[in-house]
C-alpha cells in the first residue's frame, strides 16, 4: 500500500490569493494523481505528476492556474493560483503501485471567500 | 479520451435489500475495474476489482464484468445502513504505476432502516 499524508487539512482563503497543498508518501511512487471533488460528486482527475517532469494536465485544468511539482519520488505540492469561490472544493493527492489499487490522501478542503 | 458513465445517480433502499449499481466505459482497450466507496467526510477506498469476464464475490458485495458490452456492476446483498455512502465505479487502462483512474459520476447509496 501506499500512505499519503496531505497539509492542509483545510483552509480559507481570500479570492485573488493563492494556495499550496502538499503531499508526501511514506515510499517512494513514480506518479502521483491530484483530484478535484465537489460536494458529493465525483473526482476529477487535475493532472499526472511524475518526477522530474512537467505535469500532465486533464481538459479544463492547466500549468498557469494549477501548478504542480514533483521535486522528488515521495514529494508533491499543488498551488491553486488567484483562487476564486468556484475553486472551492476538496483536493485529493493519490498514487498507486503496478497491479495495486489507487490510494488517497486524506484530502485538502479549500474554501475560497 | 475515456469515458465512464455511472447510473443510477442516488439511490435509497430499506435495510436488507439487494442494491445494484452500474457503470459503462468507452474504452474497449481498458484492463482494469475498480469500485471505490466514500463516506461523508472521508478519502475514498477501494471496495473491489475485477480484471478478467466474469463474477467475483466477496461476502454481501459482487462484481460483474462484461467487456464486450462495456459494463461492469456492483451488487450488494442485504443492504445495511452502514452501507450508506458514495459509490464511485473506476476504469483503469493497465497495471502500469503510470496509468491514470477515471471516475464515474458517483453514486449517492442511502440504506434506511
Known amino acids: 500500500s501506499v500512505l499519503l499524508y496531505q497539509k492542509p487539512n483545510r483552509d480559507i482563503c481570500q479570492s485573488g490569493t493563492s494556495l499550496k497543498i502538499q503531499c508526501v508518501a511514506d515510499?517512494?511512487?513514480?506518479?502521483m494523481f491530484w483530484y478535484q471533488q465537489f460536494q458529493e460528486q465525483s473526482l476529477m482527475l487535475m493532472a499526472t505528476?511524475?518526477?522530474?517532469?512537467?505535469?500532465?494536465?486533464e481538459s479544463g485544468f492547466t500549468k498557469d492556474k494549477f501548478p504542480i511539482s514533483r521535486p522528488n519520488l515521495t514529494f508533491s505540492t499543488l498551488t491553486v493560483n488567484n483562487a476564486r469561490p468556484g475553486d472551492s472544493s476538496i483536493y485529493f493527492c493519490?498514487?498507486?503501485?503496478?497491479?495495486?489499487?489507487?490510494?488517497f490522501g486524506k484530502g485538502t478542503r479549500l474554501t475560497v471567500v | 479520451q475515456q469515458n465512464v458513465q455511472q447510473s443510477p445517480e442516488s439511490l435509497i433502499v430499506p435495510e436488507g435489500a439487494r442494491t445494484s449499481l452500474n457503470c459503462t466505459f468507452s474504452?474497449?482497450?481498458?484492463?482494469y475495474f475498480w469500485w471505490y466507496r466514500q463516506h461523508s467526510g472521508k478519502a475514498p477506498k477501494a471496495l473491489m476489482?475485477?480484471?478478467?469476464?466474469g463474477e467475483k464475490e466477496e461476502g454481501r458485495f459482487t462484481i460483474h464484468l462484461n467487456k464486450a458490452s462495456l459494463h461492469f456492476s456492483l451488487h450488494i446483498r442485504d443492504s445495511q445502513p452502514s452501507d450508506s455512502a458514495l459509490y464511485l465505479c473506476?476504469?483503469?487502462?493497465?497495471?502500469?504505476?503510470?496509468?491514470?483512474?477515471?471516475f464515474g459520476q458517483g453514486t449517492s447509496l442511502s440504506v434506511v432502516p
Open positions: 474504452d474497449s482497450a481498458s484492463q
Open positions: 505528476a511524475n518526477e522530474g517532469s512537467e505535469a500532465t494536465y
Open positions: 493519490s498514487s498507486r503501485r503496478a497491479n495495486t489499487e489507487v490510494f
Open positions: 515510499s517512494q511512487v513514480v506518479s
Open positions: 473506476a476504469v483503469i487502462l493497465s497495471s502500469s504505476s503510470f496509468s491514470k483512474l477515471v
Open positions: 476489482s475485477i480484471f478478467s469476464n
